[in-house]
């Protein structure tokens, strides 16, 4: 691996953690808060709607449909990241080449 690709995978990948980390905190805290201040009452009005929620992921236990999600879910991560990366690697090599 060149230089300039470890470079850009180290920064791609800081800034990555810096960005979605917050994301889960803020989801877990929402969560939290919204946890905290559910009563029995609001519950049960809404205990139909939670089962169908629940019953409505059936489908996500075919194994076929579980392999399809994950395999595009995984290229479209993965893929972005490459991507991300070779242009950060483009723009140090440009930075780079432009001083001398």
């Known amino acids: ?15 990555l953690v ?6 889960f905190t803020l989801y877990s805290i929402n969560r939290y808060n ?3 201040n559910l009563n029995k009452e ?3 009005k809404r205990f ?12 996500s236990t075919d194994f076929t449909y579980s392999l399809i999600t994950t395999f595009l879910g995984l290229l479209i991560i993965v893929g ?3 991507i991300i990366i070779f242009i950060i690697k483009v723009i140090i090599t440009s930075k780079i080449t ?3």
């Open 1 to 15: 691996m060149k230089k300039k690709e470890l470079i850009s995978r180290i920064i791609v990948f800081v800034l």
């Open 80 to 82: 972005g990241y490459e």
């Open 34 to 36: 919204y946890g905290k």
């Open 98 to 100: 432009d001083k001398f």
């Open 18 to 23: 810096f960005t979605i980390s917050p994301m």
């Open 48 to 59: 139909d709607q939670y089962k169908k929620e629940l019953l409505d992921l059936k489908k």
């Open 42 to 44: 609001e519950y049960l």
